[in-house]
């Protein structure tokens, strides 16, 4: 059987079970969902043919590094992204973070700059003052300056140099070549007017014979850049807090009892294995996924799920690594752990998140795309017009405002803008119990006008009841209670642990069944001492040409009018009775659900349960449309359906018997429970399964594409007023001009404000 890897995740994929397939130069490519194929189709060199990264440092750790706005770069060790030229940062963040090589390298640069910049601006402005106009002859001033001004450039200013030279050999201009350009072009204007001024014209001389010089300018932008380089390096590392605060919620070590004593020994987390008893104390944090052996306790899991009331855990109940132990003390078995624990996975999935690209990040990369050499023209223009035009000296003021154009237009804001709300919006939402997958998803969710939530498990508890039995002649309930959970035994369908659950209740012990089968959407059959049964909804017996009557068909018609589901049991070919069993709403189901519609969001169920059923837990909700008794392979077929009609639907479902119906939504929403979660194929997923989830995904949605509007419009504003200024149009009007040192000032804020409003995300309110 040929299997494949899906290029985009690498998950091993069967053409006969791929969720999608696509052609590229004659080469076909499986999939393990529609997403993974949309990201394939959307950039398909970014997954064939990944970019590599400049070498990697001597001496760096083996540590996967990444650029925050263009993923596809991946190096060992830290470095520089060839494309935009920005410090790439770990794949994955570490729990105790780690200092920052390239925030340590330009805060040291900065701190020396900064100490020669001082004195450079301070005799730049020399000759305003009568004392020290006098004190020394004026070239000894220009050659003073040029000592302090060539350290600061030169060396401070190394890193955007290298990053500016190979942003042009990779012909990938960005931010850095604009910086290049500017302060390269100042200071060696300035050595050549200080060294050889005779070669300049004679337009630039002032009036003592000296062409101007422009030290200052190139010491002081490159100071200023190297600041915005820390603060933006800062906060950078701030928006990653998320992933180390998850990573740091695991123990170092854990109680670990030896085999066949009660002896205890601490070992590192590392040591524990499946299987492995371990002790969890009061006030502790759960060391890994397991499952509760001995003892009770409140375990506060909001860390994970982001609900704060502590949940009770007893014997046999599920226990989830990273989450807080309270007062009481347990033993447990460990059953995932390292990379297979739920926090483990949570941490993968944000991590992906982050470095996943928002198709409104399209727009942008299209505008960086051509911004540079933009600039460079409206800077050469700007040039041409001030010596053409501009007033004395005009190649002066040429130099000058051209300069003032390539600082102020660099680019670095408007390619922040996303992917910084992207990185706080998705760690806000992982400790709120809400795991975004990739930001297309974020943004598709944003957009939905149609949910599709499933009934049993996402409207209600999961825990189903049998509530009412009915038997047919000499049938006792006992009886048929055996019957029937013999047959479901073999069944893991929550209304087949119901009838289990009933059947312990009432004492009676499941025998084994012979010939099991399971009918998709409609029930199972088997044999149990001799006797064919048969247990189901109607269209199950229906199937078996069995007769219901009209009594029976009667009280069945009163239960699901009561909002009970039907089972309907048959034994060799006659019907022996029947089960109503009933699953209660969620609490937080109401509310939820009158949340979505105030935001114009139209609720639908679909449901493979009974139209009586349905229509009785819909009324209690106040669900605008009910599609019922529809078999899993339909569900399909109806999101599709909504689609057609130019709806957004985003389906909420367990992933299980909704899978094709998430397969085909504009945004697939798993409904969690626990390390059950299946996080590796939903867009989003909420781990604790409740609705009160689905609303704090919706809000996390709105105000992160919120920030990232408010981020684009800052960068484009920015850009679109601060080009023409720093170009000189204000000059003929108000005799305005904008210097090369206030550009820098200006670019190094648009930066900054842009990081500094994507964190405020990390304060948004998801809870009503």
């Known amino acids: 059987m040929n299997e494949f890897k899906d290029p985009v995740c690498g998950m091993t994929v069967r053409p006969e079970t791929a969720a999608a397939s696509a052609d590229h130069h004659g080469t076909t490519y499986y999939f393990c969902s529609r997403g993974c194929r949309e990201k394939f189709v959307a950039d398909p060199e970014r ?24 993923p596809q770069i991946v190096q060992l060790g830290p470095g520089v992204c060839p494309i935009c030229g920005m410090a790439l940062e770990p794949r994955v963040a570490t729990a105790a973070g780690g200092e920052n090589p390239e925030l340590r390298d330009m805060s040291r640069r900065f701190l020396v700059c900064a100490t020669l910049s001082l004195p450079l601006l301070f005799l730049s402005m020399s000759h305003m003052i009568p004392s020290m106009r006098h004190a020394l002859d004026a070239r000894v001033w220009l050659f003073v300056q040029a000592a302090l001004a060539t350290p600061v450039t030169l060396w401070g ?53 000296q062409p101007p010089v422009y030290f200052e300018a190139a010491g002081v932008i490159t100071t200023l850049v190297l600041l915005g380089q820390v603060l933006e390096l800062r906060a950078r590392a701030r928006t990653g807090r998320a992933i180390q605060m998850l990573l740091g919620l695991t123990p170092d070590t854990a109680h670990r009892l030896r085999p066949g004593s009660e ?14 008893i371990l002790q969890v104390r009061p006030g502790e944090r759960v060391p890994v996924d397991g499952v509760v052996l001995e003892g009770n306790s409140f375990v506060d899991e909001s860390t ?34 390292g990379a297979d624990t739920l926090l ?82 998705t760690g806000r939402g992982a400790t709120s119990g809400v795991l975004v997958k990739n930001a297309a998803a974020l943004e598709r969710l944003e957009k939905i006008d149609t949910l599709v939530i499933d009934k049993t498990g996402t409207l209600t508890e999961g825990t189903p009841h049998v509530v009412s039995v009915a038997t047919v002649g000499a049938m006792t309930e006992t009886e048929l209670l055996a019957l029937a959970s013999a047959v479901e035994a073999a069944s893991e369908h929550p209304l087949a ?30 044999r149990v001492d001799g006797r064919r049964v048969v247990l189901g909804n109607r269209a199950m017996i229906d199937d078996e040409h069995i007769d219901v009557g009209a009594g029976l068909d009667a009280r069945a018609v009163a239960m699901r009018e009561h909002g009970e589901t039907v089972m309907f049991v048959a034994v060799d070919g006659k019907l022996a009775g029947l089960f109503g069993i009933a699953d209660p709403p969620r609490e937080s189901a109401r509310d939820a659900l009158t949340y979505l519609r105030a935001r114009g969001i139209r ?61 085909l939504a504009d945004v697939s929403i798993a409904m969690g429970t626990g390390s059950d979660i299946a996080i590796e194929t939903a867009d989003v997923t909420l781990i604790k399964g409740d609705l009160r989830g689905l609303v704090r995904a919706h809000r996390l949605s709105r105000a992160t594409m919120r920030n990232i509007r408010q981020n684009l419009f800052f960068a484009f504003v920015y850009n679109t007023l601060g080009v023409p200024v720093a170009a000189g149009v204000l000059f003929p009007f108000f005799g305005v001009l904008l210097s090369p040192m206030l550009a820098s000032a200006a670019m190094t804020f648009s930066s900054v404000s842009v990081i500094a409003n994507a964190l405020r995300l990390r304060g948004v309110k998801l809870d009503a």
């Open 344 to 425: 483990a996975r949570i941490v993968n999935v944000v991590a992906e998140a982050q470095r996943s690209r928002a198709p409104v990040q399209r727009m942008a990369d299209l505008v960086a795309a051509w911004f540079v050499p933009v600039v460079v023209l409206v800077a050469m223009l700007t040039f041409i017009v001030w010596t053409l035009a501009g007033p004395e000296p005009r190649l002066a003021f040429a130099f000058v405002n051209a300069i003032a154009v390539l600082i102020i237009a660099c680019p670095c804001a408007l390619g922040l803008a996303t992917p910084m709300s992207v990185m706080v919006g």
């Open 497 to 526: 642990q119901a009838v289990m659950a009933r059947a312990r209740a009432t004492g009676v012990v499941a025998r084994g069944a012979q010939e099991f089968r399971y009918a998709v959407g409609k029930g199972v059959s088997g």
């Open 263 to 276: 002896e205890e020994k601490d070992v590192p987390l590392a040591h524990v294995q499946p299987g492995d």
């Open 47 to 70: 997954y064939l043919h990944p970019v590599a990264a400049a070498p990697a440092p001597s001496g760096a750790q083996d540590v996967e590094y990444t650029c925050p706005m263009h």
């Open 157 to 209: 200013g190394r890193p955007f140099f290298e990053r500016g030279w190979r942003s042009i050999v990779n012909r990938s201009p960005n931010m850095f070549t604009l910086i290049a350009m500017g302060t390269g072009a100042a200071w060696l204007f300035s050595m050549v007017a200080l060294f050889a001024g005779d070669v300049l014209p004679a337009s630039l001389h002032t009036q003592g014979g």
């Open 304 to 337: 994970i799920t982001g609900e704060a009331m502590p949940v009770a855990k007893k014997e046999n109940d599920a226990v989830t690594g990273g989450t807080m132990n309270g007062n009481g003390s347990f033993y447990m078995r460990a059953e995932r752990v």
């Open 603 to 663: 609720i639908v169920m679909l449901t493979g349960d009974h139209l009586a059923t349905a229509q009785a837990v819909a009324a209690g909700l106040d669900i605008d449309e009910v599609i019922a008794a529809v078999l899993p392979d339909r569900k399909g077929i109806e999101v599709e359906r909504m689609r057609s009609e130019g709806r957004v639907v985003a389906v909420a479902g367990d992933g299980i018997n909704d899978a094709p119906a998430l397969a």
